[in-house]
């Protein structure tokens, strides 16, 4: 099983200042099946990032995502208010089984 | 426009079982894998399985093996999760979700918060 551990665990940030979210894989990731979410209170996740770096549809270009094997970052270039939220990396490489990291949540400071 | 609606939120006595739906609507309900993913209170996300809706085949996570069932009944685009021996610690909400070809997009019920207390 691979395990995915995030840091940090809490981002503290302003409006306007760039977020750096990391994810490491206990086993490298095949093919950079690697995806992010984005959750807010009381909704289902939604998904940013897909195959390590390419951006789902109608996501802003200010989030993005990169990394291979074992080391993944998402990056939010500019924070809204909007984006603080809590994060998830996922793996879909090992399928039938999917897994996810323990979240990252981006607060305002 | 796709849609996954699931079924309300329930409270269960420990040692119950409890079986949460999920309607499929807006694209073709056999397609794609519908998955099962659940979050206890504050915490992160927790993969449980997965069912072929067209054959009706399941994979479910390992520790979940024995105690998880997940069935689908296709004249109504309805997918099923039922979950017996039920502990407190399954208090969480449940969702449902599917990804398109290439994990391209993402696909989410609403979620359905399963309450286990005596």
């Known amino acids: 099983e691979i395990v995915l551990t995030q840091s940090p665990g809490t981002l503290s940030l302003s409006p306007g200042e760039r977020a750096t979210l990391s994810c490491r894989a206990s086993?490298?990731?095949?093919?950079?099946?690697l995806a992010w979410y984005q959750q807010k209170p009381g909704q289902a996740p939604r998904l940013l990032i897909y195959?390590?770096?390419s951006r789902a549809t109608g996501i802003p270009d200010r989030f993005s995502g990169s990394g291979s094997g074992t080391d993944f970052t998402l990056t939010i270039s500019r924070l809204e208010p909007e984006d603080f939220a809590v994060y998830y990396c996922?793996?879909?490489?090992?399928?039938?089984?999917?897994?996810f990291g323990g979240g990252t949540k981006v607060e305002i400071k | 426009q796709v849609q996954l609606v699931q079924s309300g939120a329930e409270v269960k006595k420990p040692g119950a079982s409890v079986k949460v739906s999920c309607k499929a609507s807006?694209?073709?309900?056999?397609?794609?894998?519908m998955h099962w993913v659940r979050q206890a209170p504050g915490q992160g996300l927790e993969w449980m399985g997965r069912?072929?809706?067209?054959?009706?085949?399941?994979n479910y996570a390992q520790k979940f093996q024995g105690r998880v069932t997940m069935t689908r009944d296709t004249s109504i685009s309805t997918a099923y999760m039922e979950l017996s021996r039920l502990r407190s610690d399954d208090t969480a909400v449940y969702y449902c979700?599917?990804?398109?070809?290439?994990?391209?997009?993402?696909?989410w019920g609403q979620g359905t918060l399963v309450t286990v207390s005596s």
């Open positions: 807006g694209y073709t309900f056999t397609g794609y894998y």
């Open positions: 979700a599917w990804w398109s070809s290439s994990w391209v997009q993402s696909f």
């Open positions: 195959g390590a770096s």
């Open positions: 086993q490298s990731v095949s093919s950079s099946y």
């Open positions: 069912i072929n809706p067209n054959s009706g085949g399941t």
């Open positions: 996922q793996q879909y490489g090992s399928s039938p089984r999917l897994t």
